[in-house]
């Protein structure tokens, strides 16, 4: 009977300790849970870059016109697409039936119409993927640290309005478009002269072939011709964002002679309409009084009512789902792509190589030589004469600049001059602020 009793305590005993288990085992799984989400947050979150670091980042690209910089931006998501890009633009050269994957997003189809821009890309991965981390998080750093290096350009009289490109300020912010509605002169300078102590200063000059706009029918890769649907891109530089995908063309008409390769049709048809597999663009005509249809601001307008198009949300959702899957510890190398800008640069940019200084050459010190490398630069396969997009080799002796010694200083605060909307900060994942300065020392106005 004892033993009886002594064996019912028994389970009692075992029921409550298994009862005080149950009841605290939710505690414990909602600190694993909580410790699960922060790291997840710390993996999903890249180191930010500071000021200067976007500065140099953004420079090769800073002068470009803001429908270029919007396809880049939109583009460099997709690093994997880029390196393919590039190797099909590679076969393309020798076969040119070859078609772009359907798979690739519209914004690297769309590039596909700037070769030389694509080859940069995929020459230097890294700052591809840097520039991919900063959209997805830092967005309205990487915009603002572009208008920043445009006012400096400004200022110092390296670009401005001409037969090729217009610069219009537009509530205190710098907007570059095409002069042509047709092509796109791209601005060619050494982007080291934004933030190389001493650097001389020089006016942009341009490749010497204009590239057609990637959404007009007549360009070589125009990317309706895989999606299906007219895309586009552009900036909105009052919210400080990115947007790049599909937009409403229904009151666009083309003039179709026969142009379909697969049946036979002869006059106008909706440019949403159109097989863009099976047609001959030789054969598309628009008239030239509904090209005002591709007016920047139009194009925005368009593409900004549907809330996908918003690079920035659609590049936190692909470099979360590519960042939760990267190893423990692994980041993307967001420090690498400068070391300091305020101990001028002792270190260069990884993987860059730059020419020695040709020996025993002496140089007027009143006239600067030209920004440009002695020789072609080592992967270069393109004909001589032709320079890599933004190439960051120079062959130039250091001598001080005709303005004095540049001295970027720090930036001052960002604030109501811009658009006079609330900056808000770089936001990072759980919306932290990261505030970027400007002004201070040498930035002409």
Not at 97 to 115: A, C, I, R
Not at 125 to 135: F, H, P, S
Request: a positive charge.
């Amino acid at each position: 009977m004892m033993g009886n009793d002594m064996l019912k305590a028994g389970v009692a005993a075992l029921a409550l300790l298994l009862a005080g288990f149950g009841s605290a085992h939710p505690v414990l799984a909602q600190e694993q849970v909580a410790a699960a989400d922060a790291s997840g947050d710390a993996a999903a979150s890249p180191e930010p870059l500071s000021a200067d670091e976007m500065e140099v980042l953004v420079a090769r690209i800073a002068l470009y016109p803001d429908e270029l910089i919007a396809v880049i931006t939109a583009a460099a998501l997709y690093p994997l697409q880029i390196v393919e890009a590039a190797r099909f633009l590679d076969r393309f050269e020798k076969d040119k039936s070859l078609k772009p994957k359907e798979s690739w997003d519209g914004s690297v189809v769309s590039l596909l119409n700037y070769p030389d821009i694509v080859k940069m890309m995929s020459d230097d991965l890294e700052w591809t993927q840097t520039l991919g981390d900063a959209i997805a998080y830092q967005q309205k750093d990487v915009l603002v640290a572009i208008q920043q290096l445009r006012d400096e350009a400004v200022a110092k009289g390296v670009i401005k309005t001409d037969d090729k490109i217009q610069v219009v300020k537009e509530n205190d912010n710098f907007v570059i478009k095409s002069a042509s509605p047709e092509v796109i002169y791209v601005p060619q300078y050494p982007p080291q002269m934004f933030y190389e102590p001493n650097y001389v200063w020089e006016p942009i000059r341009y490749y010497p072939d204009p590239y057609p706009y990637y959404w007009y029918p007549g360009a070589t890769f125009f990317a309706g011709a895989v999606t299906g649907a007219i895309w586009a891109a552009a900036v909105d530089w009052d919210d400080w964002g990115v947007w790049g995908g599909g937009w409403n063309g229904n009151d666009i008409d083309i003039d179709c002679n026969n142009c379909f390769n697969n049946r036979d049709f002869n006059g106008n048809i909706n440019i949403n309409d159109v097989d863009w597999k099976n047609v001959d663009r030789s054969k598309i005509k628009i008239d030239r009084d509904q090209l005002n249809k591709f007016d920047q601001n139009n194009i925005k307008n368009r593409i900004e009512k549907n809330g996908d198009n918003a690079i920035r949300d659609r590049a936190r959702d692909i470099k979360n789902d590519s960042l939760a899957n990267r190893a423990p510890g692994k980041t993307a190398g967001t420090r690498d792509v400068r070391k300091s800008t305020v101990d001028g640069l002792k270190a260069k940019p990884a993987n860059v190589t730059r020419p020695a200084k040709p020996a025993n050459i002496q140089k007027p010190a009143a006239r600067p030589t030209a920004n440009r490398p002695a020789a072609k630069p080592a992967k270069l396969n393109r004909p001589a004469g032709k320079p890599k997009p933004a190439a960051r080799v120079d062959n130039r002796p250091k001598k001080p600049s005709g303005l004095g010694n540049v001295d970027r200083g720090k930036a001052t605060k960002v604030s109501s001059n811009r658009g006079h909307k609330s900056m808000g900060g770089g936001q990072r994942g759980g919306g932290g602020h990261k505030q970027i300065k400007r002004g201070g020392g040498g930035r002409g106005r």
